[in-house]
């Protein structure tokens, strides 16, 4: 098989494709180091609780460190789900177009050999784990019952947006669990608003297989949603940002904080006006988007939180 040939559909001429060696590059891509956009998705609500419970603690000290090691962790606990992913669905991926040249329908590596790697990140998951205080280390552990289940989901409700949601959101627990040795309301309210962002931009990116998913029987918002989505996303959305301003005047935020959240509400906005569900180019391009969302409500958080400790 061409190197060509052995990328990813949605996913050409990035670094993995072109400067990693050969024999990594089948392993990277049950990573998704190809396509970082996912593990960037899963850190934005690590970093908004880190920053929102540091703001808590009038205290910005070990804010540093926890920021990196969520990043380092975000990308392998994000690499480890979906190995197990494509564990579980190579016999639903080979059927889908945008899927079937993963590394395991497509043969670059077996089942055995993703599951082997599945280990070996979960382990650099745990070391980073470990780093951290015993209630976060307790509370990381029982996102993995969530991580489990998600995969199967599809084949049973048309809602697996909302498991995703549950397991993508564990970070803004695990941010106030880190820093305050605590689960506050405020981190209860991050939860669920991040829980509401995640439905809908999951539907967004859920609407590049409506046909092949619809063929083969798996289910997803985007599927239910239909010619509603940009109702349904605008019900979302704006419950995010409810729920996420909610949490922080539970925080005590000030004025930094609601800025970074407007920017996000604006951002989030312009998703709903420009979406055309049957462009599957511009889903993909408003999916990958929700990453410089979530990175301007995280520079309010910062701000606030550094001006709160100061």
């Known amino acids: 098989m061409s190197n060509a040939a052995a990328r990813v559909a949605d996913s ?39 920053a929102l419970a540091a703001g808590v603690a009038h205290d910005v000290h070990d804010l540093a460190r926890v920021v990196v090691l969520f990043f380092i962790g975000a990308f392998v606990m994000r690499g480890a ?3 197990w992913n494509d564990i579980t669905d190579r016999d639903l991926d080979g059927k889908v177009e945008r899927t079937r040249s993963r590394p395991i329908p497509a043969g670059q ?23 951290f ?35 993508f959101s564990w970070g803004a627990l695990m941010g106030f669990a880190v820093i305050l040795g605590r689960i506050d309301p405020a981190a209860l309210a991050l939860y669920a608003g991040s829980i509401s962002w995640v439905i809908g931009y999951d539907t967004i990116y859920a ?3 409506t046909e092949d998913d619809a063929l083969i029987g798996v289910k997803s918002t985007a599927l239910l949603f239909g010619a509603r989505t940009k109702q349904m996303l ?71 939180a550094v001006l709160r400790a100061g």
């Open 234 to 304: 605008a019900l979302f959305y704006g419950l995010a940002v409810v729920l996420i301003g909610t949490a922080l005047w539970l925080g005590g935020a000030g004025l930094p904080a609601f800025v970074g959240l407007a920017a996000f509400a604006v951002h989030l906005a312009r998703q709903i006006a420009r979406i055309v569900i049957s462009d599957s180019a511009l889903c993909l391009r408003l999916f990958k988007s929700n990453r410089d969302a979530g990175l301007l409500l995280f520079a309010g958080l910062l701000v606030d």
């Open 207 to 209: 609407h590049q297989d």
């Open 81 to 83: 789900g979906c190995t």
């Open 12 to 50: 050409t001429g990035n670094w993995v494709d072109t400067r990693a060696p050969v024999w990594a590059r089948p392993y990277l891509r049950l990573s998704r180091f190809d396509r970082p956009i996912g593990s960037w998705l899963l850190l934005m609500p690590c970093w908004w609780s880190a």
């Open 133 to 167: 205080n015993s209630f976060a280390v307790m509370t990381g552990i029982a996102s993995l019952a969530i991580v489990a289940v998600y995969p199967f989901m599809k084949r049973i409700t048309y809602w697996p947006q909302v498991v995703l949601g549950l397991a």
């Open 109 to 131: 590596v077996t089942a055995t050999q993703a599951a082997v790697f599945l280990v070996a990140q979960a382990l650099v998951g745990l070391a980073v784990l470990l780093q």
